[in-house]
């Protein structure tokens, strides 16, 4: 039986849901990197979504309602239909390394298997406990650092890309609108998420839906090279 993913623990506020009829525009708020809960009028957040910004204004509209400022697109959306995960519109780190080393780092979970690992949604957590581990030498755990963690974009964890890959032929829809990156051809994505037995592996997933724990000094695979690709909650 599949695990359902539990709400996002950190999230948008000031993102309204707009519509042509109903303009819903509230301020964004952060704090220490993690954003605040939405503030809802009876709206809802669908996948396919825009984050963008309007002035000093940032708002969730849809598709049909985008005019401009696009900065990621809604993956994944709970059952409140106010919050969920968005995926930046650009690779962050591209032909990149896990890590150049193989000690884990305090806080981080060595996941025995993949089908465990699958259930891993904490890569806001992954991404903190790897910045905390390098902070005097980003080189250790490169792709934590290519993310904009203080604006509260992270590194995704390995169960945040298995939920993304489910949503692509949308995602990608609005990422063409916006003008991103799309999910499309080989691609590789590492993800926050370690493989424990050594700690010598980490985790990545595929543009074919593959899975997989591979030496983390490793910076291609056969199909594709390994980015890095930042989410953030809403």
């Known amino acids: 039986m599949s695990k359902k993913p539990p709400a996002p623990t950190g999230s948008l506020t000031g993102i309204g849901r707009t519509s042509k009829s109903n303009i819903i525009m509230k301020r964004t708020l952060l704090l220490l990197g993690i954003l605040l809960p939405l503030l809802g009028w009876g709206q809802t957040v669908k996948i396919g979504d825009i984050l963008c910004v309007q002035g000093s204004d940032t708002l969730i509209v849809s598709p049909h309602d985008y005019t401009g400022g696009g900065i990621g697109v809604v ?20 032909q990149i390394y896990w890590s150049n080393m193989y000690e884990l780092p305090w806080g981080l979970t060595g996941w025995q298997s993949i089908r465990d690992a699958i259930y891993d949604l904490d890569g806001y957590d992954n991404t903190g406990f790897l910045r905390a581990a390098s902070q005097y030498d980003h080189s250790r755990y490169p792709g934590a650092w290519a993310v904009d963690y203080e604006h509260g974009w992270y590194w995704p964890s390995l169960g945040q890309l298995n939920i993304l890959y489910g949503s692509i032929p949308v995602v990608n ?4 609108q916006i003008g991103g990156t799309l999910m499309q051809g080989p691609w590789v994505y590492w993800s926050s998420s370690t493989f424990g037995f050594d700690n010598d592996c980490a985790l990545y997933y595929a543009s074919s839906g593959a899975m997989g724990a591979v030496v983390k000094t490793r910076t291609d695979m056969p199909q594709a090279p390994m980015d890095v690709r930042s989410i953030r909650n809403f």
């Open 173 to 176: 829809n609005s990422l063409k």
């Open 75 to 94: 993956f994944y959306v709970d059952e409140s239909g106010q919050h969920g995960w968005i995926i930046h519109p650009q690779i962050q780190a591209h």
